[in-house]
C-alpha cells in the first residue's frame, strides 16, 4: 500500500503507561512519535491507565484514552497483561484504527489468542 502524505492515518499506541512521558522508553518514543504524527496530520490515539496523572483528554493534539489498570493493586507484572489486553480489545473492537502499536512486550501474545 502507497501512504501519500495527503492519506490522513488513523493510529493508535497501546499498551503504554501513558503520556506525556512519566515513566521510560516506550512512554516517550509514543510522545515523540505521536506529536510528530499529528504534526503531519494523522489522528493519534495513545492509551493510558486511568491512574497516570494527566488526566485531560487530548496532549498536544493527541487523543488520550484512559483505561482502567489492575497494575496499581495486581502489581505491574500480572496487572500489566490485563491493562494490555483491555488497551487491545478497545482499539480492535471500538475504533476503526490503520495502524495499532502495541508496545505490551509482556502479553502480547496471549492478548492476540484471547
Not at 15 to 42: C, D, K, M, W
Request: hydrophobic share 35%; glycine share 8%; proline share 4%.
Amino acid at each position: 500500500m502507497y501512504f501519500c502524505s495527503e492519506y490522513r492515518m488513523k493510529i493508535a499506541f497501546i499498551s503504554t503507561r501513558g503520556i506525556p512521558n512519566h515513566y521510560g522508553g516506550f512512554e516517550q518514543f509514543a510522545e515523540s512519535v505521536s506529536v510528530r504524527l499529528v504534526q503531519r496530520g494523522h489522528d493519534v490515539t495513545v492509551y493510558s491507565p486511568h491512574y497516570h496523572p494527566y488526566k485531560e483528554t487530548a496532549y498536544k493534539g493527541v487523543k488520550v484514552k484512559h483505561v482502567y489498570s489492575p497494575e496499581v493493586w495486581m502489581g505491574s507484572s500480572v496487572g500489566s497483561f490485563f491493562y494490555d489486553y483491555q488497551c487491545l480489545k478497545d482499539a480492535l473492537k471500538r475504533e476503526d484504527f490503520d495502524i495499532i502499536y502495541d508496545a505490551g512486550y509482556t502479553s502480547v501474545v496471549p492478548a492476540y489468542a484471547l
